[in-house]
């Protein structure tokens, strides 16, 4: 005997939401989307946020096409907004991110990075290793690259082959360097919406910002399984230097307006604040943009107070071009003693 099911009820959510936001990447979302499919995560759904594309990827999505996919159309606006358009209209009650120019690894870890959340109500954040790098160049491990070794060092208590990483050890780490590689994150719905999103007005390093607020108020396990591939090539985002290390100023200046850390750690991230700022300057005074570099050093001063070596490179930027030669070849002959 069958029981008539009500046409009211709505199936209950998928355990994943995986946000891929995409711009004129039309030729690497197939890849990306068998990916995920051969990921070994059961029930996952597939939200595909096209950021005003002007190439053929709606045409390629619909080849893709499936019951796990959704494909959401907007104006350009950035990664970060394109980011919280997919996970509003998402519904897992874990939320992960991939960029459609990178892949997950097959039967990777995701399967039992849910299992552990599930298991585990008092770990918010899940993320694990990824390989960095392109089929001409090799991989290599993203926690050596992004977390340096210090990562390896950091407290923490290993629970079902996962490191439950020390809340302020890791939130302090953070601060420093990024060591989340956002294709490789699985979080609780709830924690990120009660974080906010992405900030807007951050897009490469937007994940970063965003994940400082929530290691401000929650607790991150790792597993050393690869979960991901991130792939490197000359058009992708985080190839622009300067752009990068600008949105790496901005993301700790954010983080600071947010006030989430104690007084320790805000003097801790103010210095951290500072010295890239610093280097951010340095960057344009090495290239020889010497009022461009005045310009960031003096900011700097202003942002961050009294500094002997910034002030002292903010005057170099002031000089007449062969009075800064002949100060640049007398502090060399000086260190060359």
């Known amino acids: 005997m069958s029981v008539a099911v ?19 990447r039309a030729t690497f979302l197939p890849g990306c989307i068998a990916s995920i499919r051969a990921g070994g995560v ?30 959401i159309y907007q104006a350009n606006r950035g990664l970060s907004t394109a980011r919280n358009t997919g996970i509003k209209l ?8 991939l960029d459609s120019d990178d892949f997950w690894l097959p039967a990777g870890p995701g399967q039992s990075m849910i299992d552990f959340l599930d298991a585990h109500k008092d770990v918010g954040i899940a993320f694990a290793e ?40 890791f939130y302090r780490h953070l601060m420093l360097r990024n060591a989340v590689f956002t294709g490789a994150v699985i979080q609780r719905r709830d924690i990120v919406i009660d974080a906010g999103m992405f ?19 929650h607790t991150f396990a790792f597993t050393p399984v690869p979960f991901a591939i991130y792939s490197q090539h ?30 320790p750690a805000r003097r801790l991230l103010k210095r ?4 890239e700022s610093f280097f951010y300057a340095y960057l344009a005074y090495e290239r020889g943009e010497y009022s461009v570099a005045r310009g960031r050093f003096g900011a700097n001063l202003l942002e961050n ?16 071009n062969p009075l800064r030669q002949a100060v640049r070849r007398t502090a060399q002959a000086v260190r060359g003693r």
């Open 6 to 24: 009500p046409s009211s009820l709505s199936p209950p959510p998928p355990a994943l939401s995986v946000i891929v936001c995409t711009y004129n």
């Open 305 to 320: 107070g009294f500094d002997s070596k910034t002030l002292v490179y903010w005057l170099l930027s002031c000089l007449p």
């Open 199 to 217: 900030d807007a007005r951050l897009n490469a390093a937007g994940d970063w910002e965003l994940y400082l607020r929530m290691a401000a108020k």
């Open 42 to 71: 059961a029930d996952v759904e597939i939200v595909v946020v096209d950021d005003g594309s002007t190439d053929n990827t709606r045409d390629v999505i619909s080849t893709l096409n499936g019951p796990d996919l959704r494909y």
């Open 130 to 169: 990824t390989n960095v790098g392109s089929p001409t160049k090799g991989y290599w491990s993203w926690i050596e690259w992004a977390g340096r070794k210090e990562f390896h060092a950091l407290p923490s208590h290993t629970v079902s082959g996962f490191r439950v990483l020390d809340p302020v050890a």
């Open 234 to 263: 000359d058009t992708q985002m985080t190839g622009d230097q300067d752009k990068m290390i600008r949105e790496f100023v901005d993301t700790r200046r954010r983080h600071l307006e947010h006030g989430l850390a104690d007084e």
């Open 272 to 275: 951290f604040h500072r010295n």
């Open 90 to 97: 998402s519904s897992g009650r874990y939320i992960c991110y």
